[in-house]
Structure formats: C-alpha cells, structure tokens
C-alpha cells in the first residue's frame, strides 16, 4: 500500500530567503449576507489559520470565479447546489491599498522549498505552519496567494489581519439579484450543476 506523500514544513532557514511577493489591489468574497465580509479567521479551521491563533486570516480570490468555486464546489459528491445557499450569499469586491501577499502560485513555490500541496493539503497542520513562518518572516508579507484546491486555474488570497486597516468593502451585491444574477447562472452552467428548490 502506498503512502501518500506529505506536505513538509517551513525550510529552517526560510527568514532568510526573499519573498516572491506581487500587490494585490482588488479582491473578491462570497459570504452569508447576515455576516460582514472582512471577517478575520483564528478558529483554525481553515487551511492558513495561526496554529497559535494570535492573528487571524481572511479568505478571498483574486476573481469572482474563484470565490465561487471555493465556496460552492467543496462538496465533490453533490452535483446541485441549494437555492437557499444562494439567496443567503451576496458577492462582495474588496479594495486594498496595495498590500504585498507571497505569490505561491509558480516559481515561488520552488524558491521557498514547497510545491502546490500547500493549496490542496489536509488536514491543515502543515500549512498552519507555513502561514506562520510566512507571517514572522521579516519582508512582513500581508498574505498568501495560492490557487484553488477546487479550480486550480483560479488563484485565492489568505490575508493577515495586519492588513485590516487597508480594506474597504467596495460593493456588495446579490448572488440571484440584478447583473449578478446572470454571472451566477453562467457560473453553475460551467460547473454543469443544478440548484434544488
């Protein structure tokens, strides 16, 4: 029986190492209408929380297409999505003043000793340990990027709350609502789902 292969740790000397980082200025969330969008994780649920929870950590993507896919196709098995699941969420667009995130997403994974497990890894003790090294590292990088477990094509963002300050909410709208309704269609027609009343 084969074992399957692990996602190592930080490299001892990574302060050392200089950060591929690349600007983000324009980031985009699905949430539940009833809870704001810049929310901040420390629960350790999610694949970069602080193992130590001393910050915490907002996920989001760099397209809608990505937030959609991180949200909706989590569930391999289901080829449907619940209408109330849609009429709960809206599409947030997010504006950041310029913050610097480490592009883990192509070379950089290479540079830093890692390789995409880090956005398909579970459970998440490991990349629990890569976010923090990456957080304390002295550049003082204000996240990560890396691609979707569920889209590879896509590229998500986990943002440190010391970045919080530089966050302003730019628009929310609607999953089934207006313009958006349409791109919600396009996006459930790609996936080729169905969505139950």
């Known amino acids: 029986m084969a074992i399957k292969s692990r996602l ?22 699905i949430h539940r ?31 809608p297409e990505a937030a959609f896919a991180e949200v909706f196709l989590r569930q391999l098995s289901l080829l449907l999505i619940q209408e109330s699941d849609l009429v709960q969420r809206v599409l947030s667009e997010i504006s950041c ?16 000793s890692c390789d995409n497990r880090l956005a398909t890894e579970k459970p998440y003790q490991t990349t629990g340990l890569w976010s923090r090294a990456i957080f304390e ?16 094509q896509f590229k998500c963002v986990a943002l440190f709350d010391r970045h919080a300050r530089d966050l302003s909410v730019k628009s ?26």
């Open 137 to 152: 590292h002295p550049q003082q990088p204000g996240g990560i990027i890396y691609r979707s477990r569920h889209n590879p």
């Open 97 to 112: 003043r310029s913050v610097k995130c480490v592009d883990l997403t192509g070379p950089g994974l290479r540079q830093l």
């Open 172 to 197: 929310t709208e609607s999953l089934l609502n207006g313009a958006c309704r349409a791109w919600t269609v396009a996006q459930i027609n790609r996936y080729k789902l169905a969505i139950q009343p």
């Open 33 to 63: 209408s009833i809870q704001g969008c810049l929310y901040f994780s420390k629960t350790g649920d999610g694949r970069f929380d602080d193992p130590r929870g001393k910050y915490g950590v907002l996920y989001a993507a760099l397209n």
């Open 8 to 29: 190592p740790p930080p490299p001892e000397d990574l302060a050392l190492r200089r950060l591929p980082v690349r600007r983000v200025r324009v980031l985009f969330r």
